[in-house]
């Protein structure tokens, strides 16, 4: 069962009294259900296709969630536990990865986690430099050494995911590269993000310029997309390290595009965009072809804000 049939989602009170409220997203195109975040208003929210809020929960900082299988939501609560809560928002379980498993008294963040189909979860701690996969009462079945050039427990790493083929795919944001690691944590495959020959420039909006990658992931083809943080654009890598698809920041008109955060390669093949940092003059996500034409934008400044990094198409 998924949150798309779960009747909870269509029938409660809370459902019902938020359908009521005035709209303020604003979507051109077909409406699309999903799950957005933003630490600024403090809101992790499931957003219907008319752009009311179905379901919504209080979070600070955030750059993980996902609705698990069984209707549930994968979300952290701060920069250190990792949480699965009901959609009557009841904490079912729960980790902390400044108090367990050797982080007492170091200074660790997390930024990416993900339930693995075993029942695992695997997270990954910025700081340690550690891709963990834990059970249910937190025991540790797999520990994965992080290869970290730059540290900083702030951004050692962003997205992380475990891929089909067992590996783990990981956006190093300070160190401006992606790496997959094997199971014993061998890098099998790099690829530094390119400045493109621009020089640095520091902030976060559409001024600043960097390669402080956000995300990365693996798609059928083989190739990677990648979510380039500062450096406001979309790159598509094969395994050779050619880029074979890009959107960078003024490609799309009338959309400047600031920290690009998450990316994801549709079923219908088009790509989806997050843009964060960008001002309220531009929408938060945006939706595109593979010849660059906008087929859908996402903006509400009123229930969110200027730092969106999460978002995720609900099917």
Not at 215 to 227: K, V
């Amino acid at each position: 069962m998924n949150l798309t049939t779960m009747p909870f989602f269509k029938l409660t009170a809370l459902t019902l009294a938020c359908s009521a409220l005035p709209l303020h997203a604003e979507q051109t195109g077909v409406g699309r259900r999903l799950l957005a975040a933003d630490d600024s208003k403090q809101r992790l929210a499931i957003i219907a296709p008319d752009g009311s809020l179905e379901w919504e929960l209080k979070v600070g900082g955030i750059h993980d969630a996902s609705v698990l299988p069984n209707g549930n939501i994968l979300l952290q609560q701060g920069w250190q536990k990792v949480v699965e809560v009901t959609p009557d928002k009841k904490t079912v379980w729960e980790y902390d990865s400044g108090k367990m498993n050797g982080n007492e008294g170091k200074r660790v963040e997390v930024h990416a986690f993900q339930r693995l189909a075993n029942g695992l979860t695997m997270i990954a701690e910025s700081g340690p430099a550690r891709i963990i996969e834990v059970d249910k009462e937190g025991k540790i079945h797999r520990e994965i050494k992080l290869k970290v050039n730059h540290p900083s427990a702030h951004s050692d790493t962003r997205l992380v995911r475990k891929i089909a083929n067992g590996n783990y795919l990981v956006a190093h944001e300070s160190d401006g590269a992606v790496r997959e690691y094997d199971a014993a944590g061998k890098v099998v495959w790099e690829y530094e993000v390119p400045l493109f020959g621009k020089p640095l420039k520091g902030g976060h909006g559409p001024e600043a310029f960097g390669n402080s990658v956000f995300s990365a992931i693996r798609l059928p083809n083989g190739n990677t997309l990648i979510g380039g943080g500062n450096g406001h654009c979309v790159l598509e890598v094969t395994p050779g390290k050619e880029i074979v698809w890009k959107v960078e920041q003024n490609d799309l008109p009338g959309i400047t595009l600031a920290w690009v955060t998450r990316v994801e390669r549709l079923p219908n093949g088009n790509t989806m965009i997050g843009n964060c940092h960008a001002g309220p003059e531009n929408p938060q996500f945006v939706e595109v072809t593979s010849d660059k034409k906008v087929v859908w934008t996402f903006k509400d400044f009123k229930n969110f804000g200027n730092s969106t990094p999460v978002q995720a198409v609900l099917r």
